[in-house]
């Protein structure tokens, strides 16, 4: 049997469940069938061309199919796609470890734990500051210090963590204990009982992504770094969106010079081809869960340290250090904030290098459905549009993107 669109949206409205997915809602709609990716655009099963201007959920970075990459996978999946990370090491695994913790000068962060995605990245560190206390002489520290409309991926111990009131009702009560935080003013003013009990805050550093592309206090991440110290209590920077260049530097903490105790890196690692998470911690942190066998550390996937996965993450740095794509973020991310600044339909713009919200009266759905009629796709967070193309796409490509973007704005 020739398969086609309407075979595969039959299939996936009869067995498929999505993400995020108002499942009633989609068994009537009639979703794009994405079949192919060639650099910033994806094609359908129709044969449409779009501009993939949220990257594929914030994971691509140097386009689709980026030979590269592609050529590096190929030949990792011909010679070993996976073998356990537990009770062996792996080359790849290896050299991706030794680079990663090669970022942070004079070893800073010199200890890579691997994971899946986003989610386990931040499992990894929420468990690790936990249980350090324990075993470190800091028993009563149970919780965690988190801040408001925060988004730290779904697992239970991390979707308890975060403050996207739609996302955590129903199992709110069963993950981590948690304290909120509006923001750095609330934290200084949190009653000595509750900093006694917490092991960490954790953080997006910059800027909050799914609290609609919500940018941090300039300098705050400097003043959120001396407080833990002061407090003993652990820092999480959760950079799985905001790694691997999309704020302008290769990690968000750059721009201010911090380092945490813990770095969760995810969605960009690969390159956006292939799963794969890291969570990157100091030494100290380490050297206390050696002795006993109670204190180490009882946490690991099936597919920890995946070869492939690593494979196509040293690539990408690879492709990195070759194109120099860094260098011309912010370019790229002003050039894109200028060309809407003229639209007043455009109600507020918020932007950390090559990603930006923009803020509209009307539907964010009903927008992004219209923008698809201009071959570009992207989804709403409530009101807020998100950009956040791959950071290879080209003026020409921004210039699709922001036609499209008019176009919309006219018909309105
Ligand atoms: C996407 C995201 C996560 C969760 O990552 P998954 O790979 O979806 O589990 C966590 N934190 C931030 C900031 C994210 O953007």
Known sequence: MKKGSKEWIRADRAHAWHPFTDQEEWESSDPLVIVRGEGCWLIDSEGRRYLDANSSIWTNIHGHGHPRIVAVIQKQAATLCHSSYLGFANDKASELAERLCGFFADEALPRCFFSDDGSTALEVALKMSLQWCQQNGREEREGIIAFDHAYHGDTLGASSVGGVSRFIKGYGESGLSTFRVAGMEDLKTLPEVVVKAASAVVIEPLIQGVNQMRPWPKGMLKELREWCGANEVHLIFDEVMTGF???????????????????????????????????????????????????????????????LGCAAALASLDVFEETGVLGDVEEKGAYLEKGLAKFSQITEIRRVGLVLGMDIEGDGKEFCEALKEYQVLTRPILNTIVLMPPLSVTKNELDHLLGAIEKVLSKN
């Open 245 to 307: 260049g999309r704020t302008g530097t290769m990690f968000a903490c750059q721009q201010e010079e911090v380092v945490p105790d813990f770095l969760c890196l995810a969605k960009g690692l690969t390159g956006g081809t292939m799963p794969l998470a890291a969570t990157l911690t100091t030494k100290e942190i380490y050297e206390g869960f050696k002795g006993e066998p109670e204190r180490n550390f009882y946490y690991g996937h099936s597919y920890t340290g995946n070869p």
